[in-house]
């Protein structure tokens, strides 16, 4: 076994590599962008090593940085994990160059499977089913448009050197394709620098199913059954799953055969994905199934594999890459219950699924334990960088049958508590749940189909928001008994006409709400029929403290809210705060807290008093630092718009 390991890698796969290598006594060596100064994967490795700026470019993307980090650490081997440079054939030969292991498999293997033109020719010449279409070389745009009229229309064109749905277009008809090939070509030479294309006949129902393989430099190749990962979202997959629903056996040994034969038709070793494209239109069949490209590293959605066979993958790679021959045969792999993955990203549906970035005020995914295990890269406190994929975790259910573990993974999405980014989570349970998915109906455009339905966009609702609220003001209540001052420290709700009953303004996602709040036996939400809301108790309820200012935020089934007291000043800031310092009453109304003395010293932002008008409460802050001067306002009392009420002697002035 190889002593030490550089993880040329950030996030999660770092993390789950780490504590795999771990486990067998591996040293562990991260390396980290000035983004990642902080992150996870470096807390957990054994050393971590600088690589640059936070721009994947500058330092995860630098080959040469990277090599020299891991011969400077002394490492012995290399494991690319996903993406960045898992898949570039220079960088596993300059690691080999190096003198170093190179956690992957040859070279030779991966720049063979790089480009979808090359990759076919092999896969057919090995006997392995291919989509009808032409792959070869000439790109003459006459020529390509020929080829579609004898393949026959609809077509895809396929960027060679693409992946994540970059570089293709669908054609339905013969006018549409020389646009399409035009922006094709296009978009491939932005993406990959080649602009060199292939066209294939489109399957009509087209399901994503692959196959694990693994191999080592012995000779010896096996699968470890297949993942379905038809469930996508611009050719990004979303929710992946072993096994495959609705596979048969024979479909399943003549798959698993096609990916093995795959795997020696380039010598291949280590980990690898043989993904298949299978024509579901009337069933999934032996003859419905095509090679669509070998993924030459660990799949993202490896988890599922690990789940249903009770292997770990990487322990797998790390005996490869140190000469063992493959713990087990193909006999030996067994098939186990069913399991899901979902991928939970800071992302907000709502919106165009636009990345949501910032500090994670609180991550609660569930517990591991029963068939639920969770994979991040992140934790409570950390921050979800712009520079980055914006993954915050994969969820994977592990259950005796497929109807099990998908309500186990809905269940686990509804009560994930992440508060701060938003993420895709109530998307996530809802697809989980979708009638078409259950029933294994559903190909790889179910996603796009039924999008709206997958989304909610309505408001809060008002038991949700009520939680909120309710606990907002307990809590201002509570720091203001504490410190003696202020509006609620009082807090028996007496007042001699009964009931007090004060209509409150708040923010909600920035924007100002009213709310009515009785104050009695305890804090309550009242309705516009005078109606006591009751919280919800589901709701997860996170407060934050960012000096005088409090927000807290609610999440309940995959969405989340901010709400805030409404805070009021005439002079709005610093900006167009009076150069004497003087803070006057907004409006007429009653003087009902005073948070200050003569004397005191506050902060921007501070509440400095509170006044009630036609049943609303408006806190006044301090438009900027200083000392309390000149208090003119004081407790329960009439007061004039504009009246004076105090001073405040600025730093500068003093």
């Known amino acids: ?36 100064a902080d992150a996870l994967h470096v807390r957990m490795a054994d050393e971590a090593h600088f690589i640059g700026p936070a721009a994947a470019s500058e330092s995860y993307l630098r080959a040469g940085r ?91 064109i ?13 054609v339905a008809k013969a006018l549409e394709f020389d646009d399409a090939l035009v922006a094709a070509k296009r978009e491939a030479q932005a993406a990959f620098g080649n602009d060199a294309v292939l066209i294939e006949r489109f399957v009509r129902s087209p ?76 069933g999934l069949s032996v003859d419905g199934f095509f090679f ?33 021959v493959l713990p087990l045969g193909q006999e030996d792999i067994q098939l186990n219950g069913h399991a899901v993955e979902a991928r939970l990203y800071a992302e907000d549906p709502s919106n165009g699924f636009l990345p949501s970035t910032g500090k994670l005020v609180a991550l609660e995914l569930g517990n591991e334990a029963s068939g639920l295990r969770i994979d991040s890269g992140v934790e409570s406190g950390d921050v979800i960088s712009p520079f980055y994929d914006p993954m915050i975790a994969k969820v994977i259910a592990h259950a005796p049958n497929r109807s099990e573990a998908m309500a186990k993974l809905a269940r686990t999405l509804d009560g994930a508590a992440v508060a701060g980014p938003r993420t895709n989570s109530g998307f996530l349970a809802r697809l989980c749940r979708h009638p078409s998915f259950l029933a294994g109906d559903f190909d790889t455009g179910l996603i796009d189909e039924t999008l709206p339905s997958l989304i909610d966009t309505g408001p809060v609702e008002d038991d949700v928001l009520a939680a909120g609220l309710v606990h907002l003001v307990r ?26 009953v004060v209509e409150r303004s708040f923010q909600l996602d920035g924007e100002m709400i009213a709310r009515s709040v009785a104050f009695g036996g305890d804090v309550q939400i009242v309705d516009g029929a005078g109606e006591r809301i009751e919280p919800n108790g589901e709701a997860r309820l996170f407060e934050v403290q960012d000096g005088s200012d409090r927000s807290v935020f609610i999440v309940h089934k995959g969405r989340q809210w901010v709400v805030s007291p409404h805070r009021f000043t005439l002079q709005d800031g610093d900006a167009s705060a009076p150069s004497d310092g003087l803070v006057t009453v907004p409006m007429h109304g009653r003087i009902i807290g005073v948070c200050v003395a003569d004397g005191d010293v506050v902060e921007t932002g501070d509440i400095l008093f ?23 306002v004081v407790n329960d009392t009439q007061a004039q718009s504009g009246d004076a009420a105090l001073r405040i002697v600025g730093a500068t002035d003093s």
């Open 1 to 36: 076994m190889i002593d030490s390991l550089l993880i040329a890698n950030r996030g999660e796969i770092a993390c789950r590599i780490i504590r795999t290598a771990k486990r067998l006594g591996v040293r562990t060596i991260a390396v980290y962008s000035q983004a990642d």
């Open 66 to 156: 990277i090599l020299k980090t891991a011969k400077e650490a002394g490492a012995a081997a290399i494991h690319p994990g996903y993406g960045f440079m898992s898949e570039n054939a220079d960088f596993a030969q300059l690691t080999r160059d190096a003198e170093m292991v190179f956690v992957g498999p040859p070279p030779d293997a991966i720049a063979a499977m790089g480009l979808k033109d090359r990759a076919k020719e092999i896969m057919n010449d090995a006997g392995v089913p291919v989509v009808p279409g032409y792959h070869g070389s000439n790109q003459d745009p006459a020529f390509l448009k020929r080829k579609a009229y004898e393949i026959g229309y609809p077509v895809l």
């Open 158 to 170: 396929k960027a060679v050197a693409g992946g994540g749905g970059k570089g293709m277009r669908k």
């Open 207 to 282: 399901r994503h199913i692959e196959v694990q393989v693994f191999a080592d430099g012995h000779g010896n190749v096996v699968h470890l059954f297949e993942r379905d990962c038809s469930l996508q979202r611009r050719h990004q997959k979303v929710i992946e799953e072993a096994p495959a629903p609705g596979m048969s056996e024979e479909l399943r040994a003549a798959m698993g055969k096609a990916a093995c034969d795959a795997a020696r038709a380039v010598s291949y070793e280590g980990a690898g994905t043989v993904e298949f494209i299978v024509d579901s239109a009337e």
């Open 292 to 324: 669509m490209e070998m993924n030459t590293r660990l799949q993202v959605e490896h988890p599922v594999t690990e789940a249903v066979t009770g292997l770990d993958l990487v322990e797998w790679q790390l005996r490869v890459a140190s000469g063992e």
């Open 475 to 500: 809590s201002e209540m509570a720091l203001n008994a504490a410190t003696g001052s202020g509006p609620w420290s009082a807090q028996d709700g007496f007042q001699l006409s009964g009931e007090r």
């Open 610 to 632: 509170s006044v009630e008008a036609m049943k609303m409460e408006h806190a006044v802050l301090a438009p900027i630092e200083g000392m309390i001067e000149d208090l003119a």
